[in-house]
């Protein structure tokens, strides 16, 4: 052993412990399927659906418009940025990009337009 290395610790000529020498163990009793199995169930609608749902009626026929209304053009009328700016000011939480995946059926809701 060169001067001044730790006892147990591997040096350049000493190959690290394997799992059977340890000091390195596997947890016991945990598979990665485990974790799987235990992962949170998915949500069944987006932040933009949940509003949709517990929204008064007014409102929301205003989203589904601010959602859906398009220009001449094809472009929509108002953009996510402006959706979520109009949802927050009245008091609404919901994610900037989760309007623009809501509108393009990119969440766990059915699509929009």
């Not at 394997?18 to 987006?46: M, N, W, Y």
């Not at 094809?74 to 009245?90: N, V």
């Amino acid at each position: 052993m060169r001067a001044g290395a730790e006892p147990g610790r591997p040096t350049a000529k000493t190959p690290p412990p394997t799992l059977e020498q340890g000091p390195i163990q596997r947890r016991a009793a945990v598979a990665l399927a485990d974790h799987f199995t235990t992962k949170s169930p998915v949500r069944s609608v987006c932040s933009v659906g949940r509003l949709l749902a517990i929204m008064p009626d007014d409102d929301i026929t205003a989203l589904r418009q601010m959602l859906t209304s398009r220009r001449a053009d094809g472009q929509y009328a108002m953009s996510a940025t402006q959706i979520y700016a109009a949802l927050t000011a009245e008091g609404y939480t919901v994610g900037r990009g989760t309007i623009g995946n809501h509108r393009r059926g990119d969440c766990s809701c059915e699509a929009v337009a």
